[in-house]
């Protein structure tokens, strides 16, 4: 049995990672739910061995990591738009826990991202956008998964980088990959990854019309950090590579 602790509880994703872990209940029991006027450190205080769940906010990510890493709670957060503190904070967990972040959730979109990268190496010549659509509420643009995407890009050709949002006088420079954003209505979350060439293209086309996948994909990385050495992992690592 996996002890859950679910922080952001009662948000959207939160409720629906609670929902889901109570399907399964043979293998995961919520042992706390945080919302924002919960203490994390307090929750964990009586567990020996759990797995936290983080899909709250920015802003306490780091103050979250902290908490994790001082009792020894693995760490699986699905937090996007991490300042620099956050990001130090995860890394400094990670030298005494497992930390898993995750900009997406969904297995599928990293099964893309391989995708991505392995087109990315084959079609060396060809120039590589990324256009993301989300829902209107969505507050970080351009979205963590488009970056991740482009990212995979960039590191299959070993060379390039990232171009956000043209805008004006714009031209095309040889190797960056383009990211854009729409955000608009109740979109879940839409990435296509264009590989544009002379007279063709491929697009690598990624859809979510249910929110439940992330909550799923949650889960499954949950799943995957127990008994895990601290250190940092990704969700490629739940999907085999």
Do not use: W
Not at 176 to 189: C, P, Q
């Amino acid at each position: 049995m996996i002890e859950l602790v679910v922080v952001g509880a009662l948000g959207r994703l939160g409720s629906l990672v609670v929902a889901e872990a109570g399907k399964r209940a043979n293998d995961f029991k919520v042992h706390a739910k945080i919302g924002r006027t919960d203490s994390l450190e307090n929750a964990l205080r009586d567990l020996k061995k759990a797995v936290v769940v983080d899909v709250s906010t920015a802003a306490i990510a780091a103050a979250n990591a902290r908490a994790c890493a001082k009792a020894n709670a693995a760490y699986v957060i699905g937090t996007t738009g991490l300042d620099d503190d956050a990001k130090r904070a995860l890394d400094d967990a990670s030298r005494s826990i497992a930390v898993l972040h995750a900009a997406n959730f969904s297995v599928s979109a990293h099964v893309a991202a391989k995708l991505v990268a392995d087109a990315a190496a084959r079609l060396r010549t060809y120039d590589v956008e990324v256009v993301e659509a989300h829902h209107r509420m969505k507050k970080d643009a351009p979205s963590g998964t488009a970056l991740m995407l482009a990212n995979a890009a960039i590191e299959a050709r070993k060379a390039g980088a990232i171009k956000r949002a043209r805008d004006g006088m714009s031209p095309r420079v040889d190797g960056e990959v383009g990211v854009s954003a729409i955000r608009g209505g109740d979109v879940v979350g839409e990435h296509t990854t264009y590989f544009l060439g002379d007279g063709e293209r491929i697009e690598i086309v990624h859809r979510i019309t249910d929110r439940a996948v992330f909550a799923r994909g949650a889960l499954e990385a949950a799943r995957f950090l127990v008994d895990k050495p601290a250190g940092r992992y990704q969700m490629r690592d739940v999907v085999g590579g």
